[in-house]
Every structure is written in C-alpha cells, then in structure tokens.
T-cell receptor, first 114, second 110 residues
C-alpha cells in the first residue's frame, strides 16, 4: 500500500478482555516496528521484525503482550487480559530495513481500557 | 544507556515568531538523527541528518546536526498556527532501534 495502514483506529475495551491490533506496512518494507505512546509521553519501543529473522521482543512490557508477523508483511499485536494502564496509542512503523533509514508511521490505534 | 533529550518540553509563541527546538543525544555508534512532526496520532517525517554542519531545509523549516557536540536544532521561521504540534527527535545507534525523545509541544497562537 501507499502508506502504513493500521486498524482499528480506535478501540474501547473492558478491563480483562483481549485485543488485537493490526498493521499493514508499506509494500516492500522488510522492517516493522511497534511503539506505544501514552498520553503526553514519548514513543516506547515494543517490538521489531526484520525479514525472516527472530523478532526483538525486548520492549514488550509483560507477557500479556505478543506480536506476530505473517508472511513477512502484516503484523498483529495482541494484548491479553487488558489493564487500564494499557490505554495508549499503539503506533506501527515500517522501513526498508537499512540501518539508519527513515521509518514511516501509521495513523495508530488508540486503545482505551475501561 | 542511549538517550535522547529534547528541550524545551513545551513552547507557546505567536504567529510570525521564530522558534528553535533542541535535541541532544548520547548513543553508541551514531548513524542518523530524524525529526518528526506529530499533530494527532501519526508522526510524519521531516528530516534525516547524518552529517555535521549540513543544513537541511524545507520551506520555513530547517535543521542542522552537530556530531561533535551531539545535538541538533530544528528551526521554524514565521510560525503559523498549523505548525502547532509535538516535534519528535529520534536517533539510530547503529542497530535498528530508533530512540525517541519525549518531544517538544509547540503551540502557535493566532
């Protein structure tokens, strides 16, 4: 696609429910990132995928968070048993995978846990 | 520990003013520094800087990098209300990780 596409744009869920957030990167981009941005905060790295390599999951805040990337393209971020502190904007970004190159962000998924 | 620090945290100016936003960093094996503008959700790319002393310019926005002193500035001249946003600075440290600062929130009053 022309840009990074994320869905849903907004999600309100009850505490304890599971949610799935989807990211479709720019066509041809091998690198895919998930970031989290809480209200008024900077971007917090969550996970990185590059091609067929094992992902870097070092930023995932707890074992309730997981992500996968199927076929080297679309990625899904799953949050199990959501908590109120999970409320944030979840931003996906992609790049060509060359170190130091620009990464391009999607519009984000705003998650509210009530 | 790699870190990126932006200042000021927030800034309020009037239309027509010139602003300078600062980004300092401490990273191992620096590769590039990027500036983004975030109005609602998605940060949009402004500049990528890799070499010291070479100014990047786009309209009223310009940016320059000082690799010796480990900082960059983003200048906006003749500010407009549409410039109101959070400006993010990010640095790559030779790996794939982009380390972001917390941003500078700019508000331009009419």
């Amino acid at each position: 696609g022309a840009g990074v596409s994320q869905s849903p744009s907004n999600k309100v869920t009850e505490k304890g429910k599971d949610v799935e957030l989807r990211c479709d990167p720019i066509s041809g981009h091998t690198a895919l990132y998930w970031y989290r941005q809480s209200l008024g905060q900077g971007l917090e790295f969550l996970i990185y995928f590059q091609g067929n390599s094992a992902p870097d999951k070092s930023g995932l805040p707890s074992d309730r968070f997981s992500a996968e990337r199927t076929g080297g393209s679309v990625s899904t971020l799953t949050i199990q048993r959501t908590q109120q502190e999970d409320s944030a904007v979840y931003l996906c970004a992609s790049s060509t995978g060359t170190v130091g190159n620009t990464i391009y962000f999607g519009e984000g998924s705003w998650l509210t846990v009530v | 520990e790699d870190k990126v620090v932006q200042s000021p945290l927030s800034l309020v100016v009037h239309e027509g003013d010139t602003v300078t936003l600062n980004c300092s960093y401490e990273v191992t094996n620096f590769r590039s520094l990027l500036w983004y503008k975030q109005e609602k959700k998605a940060p949009t790319f402004l500049f990528m800087l890799t070499s010291s002393g070479i100014e990047k310019k786009s309209g009223r926005l310009s940016s320059i990098l000082d690799k010796k002193e480990l900082f960059s500035i983003l200048n906006i001249t003749a500010t407009q209300t549409g410039d109101s946003a959070v400006y993010l600075c990010a640095v790559t440290s030779g790996t794939y990780k982009y380390i972001f600062g917390t941003g500078t929130r700019l508000k331009v009053l009419a």
